[in-house]
């Protein structure tokens, strides 16, 4: 997962799409290899439905798995208030 915010335009059959990234996220995509020339060939998709409530837990900034974490913390504590209320009210 790339922490730069890309800028993507899609490819099709007679061009390749292009995207710039930073010069960190470069390296990390080379293992961290400073010394490399030339392109690199990446294959981006979609992100499941089912997968993306738990991407931002994974993502490499912290700030974003931050808000991924208070996120859920959020929806926990919310489903937990729906069930005490249930309960209490039973």
Do not use: C
Not at 50 to 74: E, F, I, M, Q, T
Request: charged share 20%.
């Amino acid at each position: 997962m790339l922490r730069f915010s890309p800028q993507v335009h899609k490819g099709n059959k007679d061009r390749y799409a292009k995207i710039v990234i930073d010069w960190i996220g470069w390296i990390d995509l080379h293992n961290r290899d400073e010394e490399v020339a030339g392109s690199i060939n990446l294959k981006l998709r979609r992100v499941s439905w089912w997968k993306r409530p738990w991407v931002y837990l994974r993502h490499p900034d912290p700030a974003v798995r931050l808000s991924g974490w208070l996120g859920w913390l959020s929806v926990i504590l919310g489903a937990a208030s729906l069930v005490l209320t249930v309960y209490a009210m039973g």
